[in-house]
């Protein structure tokens, strides 16, 4: 029984035997049956400041989709991208620190 890298089951075997949960497709056609009330429901929410601003943004996400987060991150692919600070902090990790200052 060989597998390919990445793939976890035998060939033939489902990832999900039991299948879509009972009532799934149905509960999304409800949604879906009642959107045009609920964007109204929301667009009413727009008027009342207690719920304004929870609506604004529902609706905005949904009709512009949510803004893109983007994060700053340093790649480190080898022991030179680091700087002595680092290296120091990583070299003595793994001391602890005795209460006259001594270090073992």
Do not use: W
Request: glycine share 10%; aromatic share 2%; hydrophobic share 35%.
């Amino acid at each position: 029984m060989t597998r390919k890298v990445g793939t976890p089951f035998q060939r033939g075997q489902s990832g999900n035997p039991g299948g879509r949960p009972k009532g799934t497709r149905e509960f999304v056609e409800l949604c879906r049956s009642h959107s045009d009330e609920a964007v109204r429901a929301l667009v009413e929410a727009l008027k009342r400041p207690r719920d304004a601003t929870a609506a604004a943004n529902i609706l905005l996400a949904y009709a512009h989709g949510r803004p893109v987060q983007t994060q700053n991150v340093r790649v480190i692919r080898s022991i030179e991208d680091l700087t002595d600070e680092e290296l120091e902090v990583l070299a003595g990790a793994d001391r602890v620190g005795e209460p006259d200052g001594s270090v073992h």
